[in-house]
């Protein structure tokens, strides 16, 4: 017995000591200067116009850097009005007028004795779909665990898809979606009548790359055809998680931009940076460039870009389950109120509801 607890004890020694020799390497690294970040957010609707002015942090700084302030933002239009940002704090700015399709402007920022401005862009027309639709289609995605190799997922449902004009006004798009699931639930009659029945939502959001849309090199179309937007599972339990729950359809909502050839650009330059997996020949960092410059001092650099872009919201009810002679139901609304993120009402319609019929 003394010998093993002898032994026991001289294992115990052996792992403090290993314990102690371990030290965390912290390499030096070369500290760089704070780079000034630009988000900015400029459409023709005044809800979703801002500016956010912050700076970069250090390597090992875990702390988010302050926004800067003593910052005057102003966005110029060529040869036109001048129109000066309100500071609503902590970095953000908003601009109480709109810009106008067909115009060109340029953002100002000026920061103690540096100014900085961007490129001269041009706001395109007004964006605007002319085709909705949903084709059948089998998403295939693969799952991994760590007892066995990747396993083909197959999910069936519908993409749904846009055609969209183009001119020589308005060549390329960006769009957003979100999808805004509508259930219920029905409770069974009592003796003392009919409880009241609960209308309940959960959301969706576009987590993938950014999605573009726009004029093929070397093509003179007046359309884009056929552009994919989202993809609906017809199992929709997936997103609910009580049997009682009962689908009433969804209200899809796609936010159009009208960009222009350089933001378009930029944007595909971002979803390469989202999608390089470490490769040889995968896009650098610095490939991604800004379109803002300090004028008084060129070696002061930029993260951000400017952009103006047109545009127009869309919503419609879609529902796979509710099919009226094998075709399933696509309609667009007239309606824009606003939907919160998720939540359920009792008894109560909520405003946005839609129905089948």
């Not at 779909?129 to 997922?153: E, M």
Request: some cysteine; glycine content about 6%; charged content about 20%.
């Amino acid at each position: 017995m003394k010998q093993i607890l002898s032994i026991l004890f001289t294992g115990f020694l052996f792992l403090i000591l290993l314990t102690s020799c371990e030290e965390l390497y912290f390499p030096e690294l070369e500290k760089m200067p704070e780079l000034m970040v630009v988000e900015s957010h400029i459409t023709n609707d005044p809800k979703l116009n801002y500016v956010k002015i912050s700076t970069t942090n250090g390597f090992y700084e875990t702390i988010p850097n302050e926004s800067l302030t003593g910052i005057s933002v102003k966005l110029m239009e060529v040869d036109g009005k001048i129109v000066s940002a309100v500071d609503n704090g902590n970095g953000y700015f908003s601009f109480p007028e709109t810009p106008k399709p067909g115009r060109e402007y340029i953002l100002r920022i000026v920061y103690q004795k540096d100014i900085y401005e961007s490129d001269t862009v041009r706001m395109p027309s007004l964006p605007s779909i002319d085709d909705i639709y949903s084709l059948y289609k089998v998403s295939k995605t693969y799952r991994t665990d760590a007892f066995g190799p990747p396993v083909l997922i197959e999910t069936p449902g519908r993409e749904i898809y846009v055609d969209a004009p183009i001119s020589p006004t308005l060549q390329y798009y960006r769009f957003d979606w979100r999808a805004v699931l509508l259930w219920g639930i029905t409770p069974p009659p009592t003796p003392l009548g009919y409880p009241p029945a609960t209308y309940g939502w959960n959301s969706l959001y576009n987590m993938d790359l950014i999605n573009l849309a726009g004029l093929k090199r070397f093509s003179d179309a007046t359309q884009i055809k056929k552009h994919p937007i989202l993809s609906i599972p017809y199992d929709y339990r997936v997103y609910l998680d009580s049997e009682e729950k009962i689908e009433n359809g969804w209200i899809i909502i796609i936010d159009q931009y009208g960009i222009d050839k350089k933001s378009h650009d930029f944007y595909e330059e971002f979803n390469k940076q989202l999608t390089a997996e470490g490769h040889l020949f995968d896009p650098a960092l610095t490939q991604v460039n800004s379109n803002i410059y300090c004028t008084n001092d060129s070696s002061k650099k930029v993260l951000g870009y400017f952009e103006v872009n047109s545009y127009r919201q869309h919503r419609y009810y879609f529902n796979l389950w509710g099919i009226d002679q094998g075709k399933v139901i696509l309609r667009e609304l007239n309606r824009y109120p606003d939907i919160p993120r998720e939540g359920q009402l009792t008894g109560i319609v909520p405003e946005f509801w839609e129905y089948t019929y």
